[in-house]
């Protein structure tokens, strides 16, 4: 009995190591799952809606964070620096999940600072959060044009994340306000400016040119809804627990293997500085060579030695014929009476074009007198047969 004792605790703590064991390699205590990544360009409201999913204030000051994290502002430069993971219930609900959100910092500022987002970025994902069910992409509602910006930035999630990345992605609309006169607005433009139509435009584009294969889903939560309205309030809440569904379903993405990827405009310049190094390269070695040409030109001249041009080789015609393309005399004889035959044929026609075409009064003028020849032909006929009748 105290055998089967001992080996009933010995298994319950083989299996209590083995569960806390799990639990620290995922680090779930410090990043509960679902785990969310909001991406976009500087202003599109990425922190605002990081804190709303938080149950927040859409306008929250970060006051616990450094480097901006979390932190709205109104102006047009980028106010997050780093990337910053912060976890809790969602909409700050005690009764609901709990989940891990991290704010990124936006895209489109200088390159320094942007090479330095995307190092601090990766490295982030990689090295503390591990993997992540869903990317959120954040676009604003006016944002449906595919924008060199945008499509720069793409470009750039692609690359780090790889293709797999679009299976956790999702769209957002920002600033997407779902009020009676901002619905009404969007009706009136043509083509009306829909949900559908969005997700549509973004989805078309997104996969021509990346290697996105399948439509993604689209959310539009507005972080500045009206909570006294029920509809705008509905809206909110509809469109938040899509988001949540959406995590729950996904399998985790795991970071370990994205890398740091170099903005296109880096990309450029490191091409550029490759061919002006090559051409740099290239004047020294011919520097070399005419030194080298000039050192022995004046040893020839210290010896008294000379170099002559080099000659033209020169071929007899049997020779030159065995290599080129000849004519024989009577080719010669045949393209000539062919020409003459030619000049002939181009000659008559060309006249009789002239004359048809430039004296087309002389032709009739000539006509006339041939008539009159005929008619005074005729008379003079007439008069001989009356000459020669019964008086004569």
Request: glycine share 6%; hydrophobic share 35%.
């Amino acid at each position: 009995m105290r055998n089967n004792n001992i080996l009933t605790t010995a298994i319950i703590l083989l299996f209590l190591a083995h569960f806390e064991g799990a639990r620290i390699n995922t680090n779930e205590d410090r990043y509960p799952s679902p785990r969310m990544v909001i991406l976009g360009a500087t202003g599109v409201g990425k922190s605002s809606l990081a804190n709303v999913l938080l149950g927040r204030d859409k306008n929250y000051e970060g006051r616990e964070f450094s480097n901006g994290c979390f932190r709205v502002s109104t102006g047009l430069d980028s106010i997050t620096k780093d990337t910053c993971a912060d976890q809790g219930y969602w909409l700050g609900d005690s009764n609901m999940q709990r989940f891990t959100v991290i704010d990124t910092p936006g895209f489109g500022d200088q390159l320094v600072e942007e090479e330095k987002t995307i190092e601090n970025l990766v490295t982030t994902l990689r090295d503390e959060i591990k993997y992540v069910h869903v990317f959120i992409i954040a676009f604003k509602q006016t944002d449906n044009r595919m924008t060199n910006s945008l499509r720069s930035m793409i470009s750039l999630f692609e690359k780090m994340f790889g293709n797999k990345f679009w299976d956790n992605a999702i769209l957002e609309a920002t600033h997407w306000n779902h009020g009676t006169d901002a619905e009404r607005i969007r009706q009136a433009s043509q083509p009306p400016l829909t949900q559908k139509f969005w997700t549509d435009e973004f989805n078309r584009i997104l996969k021509k040119e990346y290697n996105l294969q399948r439509d993604l889903k689209s959310i539009f939560i507005d972080t500045y809804y009206h909570h006294e309205s029920s509809h705008e309030t509905d809206t909110f809440n509809n469109n938040s627990q899509a988001l949540l569904d959406f995590s729950l379903s996904r399998e985790a993405f795991q970071c370990k293997d994205i890398e740091i990827a170099l903005t296109e405009i880096r990309q450029l310049q490191n091409n550029l500085e490759n061919l002006m190094k090559e051409e740099e390269d290239k004047k020294r070695i011919i520097a070399d060579l005419n030194a080298e040409n000039y050192r022995l030109n004046k040893t020839l001249e210290h010896y008294g030695l000379t170099t002559t041009a080099p000659q033209p080789e020169k071929h007899s015609g049997t020779e030159y014929c065995a290599r080129n393309r000849c004519y024989t005399p009577t080719e010669f004889a045949l393209f000539g009476v062919g020409t003459i035959v030619m000049g002939v044929m181009l000659g008559v026609v060309g006249i009789g074009w002239f004359k048809h075409q430039c004296l087309p009064g002389e032709y009739e003028e000539m006509r006339e007198r041939e008539k009159k020849m005929e008619r005074r032909t005729e008379m003079v006929k007439e008069r001989d047969r009356d000459s020669s009748g019964p008086y004569r």
